[in-house]
């Protein structure tokens, strides 16, 4: 767990939060507690093609939600969506190690205590085993989707900048759990993404240490299917974390020159789409080497 490729792949994972937070809901979260101009911003963002631009803008809107929280601290809505972003935020643009660490612990602190406020067996999560954790999931229903999914992002923000600790690493099999859960529960707006980040967990490991690459493989091709084709992050997770590991040169090559070839514009999904792309270029650059 504790190799390159586990940190490069959980990287890749919080990449795909960017455009899931932006698009599935997030932004009418915080419009909820606040105005309709955090619907428009979330959109803008999300359909932007210059990361950098978003990387230098976003901090303002961090700020923004912290202030809406000093006036609202026990709104789990708003929680939720400063969650979702301190998480995105970290995980994707913070390129200093101590200050990832500190961006996804605020974000963690936050998403604890919208999913403590909303769903109180939840509180407890911390102190309990993996069967007890499993079990306190099944009084969840929709009405907490956007907290789950919060704790989920925060989580393995979380888990990705403190790689180092067993302690949060033990926590991956949790949050797959509460990936699960979460399609159960959910509208279906971030079913693809999820079943990206559910094929990323179950295939960090290699099989003989528990990694199940065709439960994975079954994950990425349902999210190409729920995408239709528009968001090329699940065809990078694809080649990055089942066809490499597993030595699948045609596959892997076949995969990320589709996600070269296609147009990154789509409503909802650019900003992803051109993280995408860029990782897709780095990853054919290196396949000789690594192949």
């Known amino acids: 767990m504790r190799t390159a490729h586990a940190y490069r792949v959980l990287k890749g994972l919080l990449v795909l939060f960017v455009v899931v937070l932006l698009n599935s809901g997030c932004a009418s979260i915080v419009s909820s507690a606040a105005s309709n101009f955090a619907d428009n911003l979330g959109a803008a963002i999300s359909n932007q093609n210059d990361p950098e631009l978003v990387r230098d803008g976003a901090p303002a809107y961090l700020l923004m939600l912290d202030s809406l929280l000093e006036g609202s601290p026990d709104d789990p809505m708003l929680l939720a969506a400063a969650a979702n972003l301190y998480a995105s935020y970290g995980a994707v643009f913070a390129q200093d190690p101590v200050r990832e660490a500190r961006l996804s612990s605020r974000a963690q602190r936050y998403a604890k205590k919208a999913i403590c406020i909303s769903y109180s067996p939840s509180c407890g999560w911390d102190d309990m085993d993996y069967e007890s954790f499993v079990a306190s999931l099944a009084g969840l229903t929709n009405k907490h989707d956007d907290v789950v999914y919060a704790y989920g992002v925060s989580s393995l923000a979380y888990i990705r900048a403190h790689s180092e600790d067993w302690n949060a690493l033990a926590r991956l099999p949790h949050m797959e759990a509460l990936l699960i859960r979460n399609l159960e529960i959910g509208d279906g707006e971030s079913d693809g993404s999820i079943n990206v980040f559910l094929g990323i967990l179950v ?71 051109v993280l995408a792309q860029q990782d897709a270029a780095e990853l054919l650059s290196s396949a000789d080497d690594f192949f």
């Open 203 to 273: 295939t960090l490991r290699p099989p003989a240490l528990g990694g199940q690459p065709e439960k994975g493989r079954e994950y990425f091709e349902r999210a190409m299917e729920i995408g239709g084709g528009h968001d090329l992050s699940a065809k990078l997770e694809y080649a990055r974390s089942y066809a490499r590991p597993l030595y699948e040169r045609e596959l892997h090559d076949r995969l990320l020159n589709e996600v070269l070839a296609t147009d990154a514009e789509f409503p909802g999904y650019t900003l992803a789409n």
